[in-house]
């Protein structure tokens, strides 16, 4: 892989067969990507990125006063989010399988006796998991109908760098769990977002005009998306 030192900023150079260069800045923490078509010199390449050092330090500092989540304790009154509301999450102790279950208002979650937090927090994340497995499963079935696709198979899993991914080759999504706590309208994009890169992988302007044609709202979505609180490490579509 090239790099390209401007200063203290490094910048990942990707060679792919594409038409145009894309820059990309990574939360939460800046991280910046560069995809060049393989003909393009490196000092071209190098001056490109020159040219749009603005654009990335703005970029980079937008991440850096963004709101981020604090590290969850699973305890009793502390505020958990699912489809992008706020509940308050209320812990009971008892000598049973553990369970999640939710009203209006609250989560509860149930452990056993002396379950610490790295227990509780299992518990939650299996919990999640079946909640968006629960809206991915038919959301990804409508899609494929509407945009005449096939999904060999979707994986829900924590991601460090992205809020989604596709294998186009194998036909293979890839969701990232954290999704569970967004509006389903913004799921709803990442899953639309993927499965359109099973008929275009890269995201060109025929990629972005099959999104323009099938979900007018993407730009909104996706920008909706990224100025949401971040986690301990936020993604990136």
Request: hydrophobic fraction near 40%.
């Amino acid at each position: 892989m090239e790099i390209i030192e401007i200063g203290d900023l490094l910048i990942e150079v990707t060679r792919k067969p594409i038409k145009n260069v894309h820059l990309t800045v990574h939360p939460p923490d800046g991280r910046v990507s560069l995809a060049a078509p393989p003909a393009i010199p490196p000092e071209v390449v190098r001056a490109y990125a020159i040219s749009r050092l603005g654009w990335i330090r703005d970029k980079q500092a937008r991440f850096q006063s963004q709101a981020r989540e604090k590290p969850r304790q699973f305890i009793t009154r502390e505020s958990h989010y699912l489809w992008g509301k706020r509940y308050l999450l209320s812990v009971s102790e008892r000598d049973a399988k553990p369970a999640v279950t939710m009203n209006h208002r609250q989560i509860h979650l149930a452990v056993r006796p002396g379950s610490d937090r790295e227990k509780r927090a299992q518990v939650m994340h299996a919990w999640h998991k079946s909640q968006l497995h629960a809206f991915v499963q038919p959301s990804i079935q409508k899609w494929e109908v509407n945009l005449g696709v096939t999904v060999s198979r979707y994986f829900l899993q924590r991601m460090k760098t992205r809020w989604g991914s596709c294998n186009p080759a194998r036909a293979h999504i890839r969701l990232n769990t954290e999704l569970v706590k967004k509006p389903k309208d913004l799921v709803e994009y990442v899953i639309v977002h993927e499965l359109l890169h099973l008929l275009e992988p890269t995201h060109n302007p025929r990629f972005v005009h099959l999104l323009n044609l099938h979900l007018p709202g993407w730009r909104e979505a996706r920008a909706e998306l990224n100025d949401l609180p971040l986690a301990n490490a936020n993604r990136d579509l």
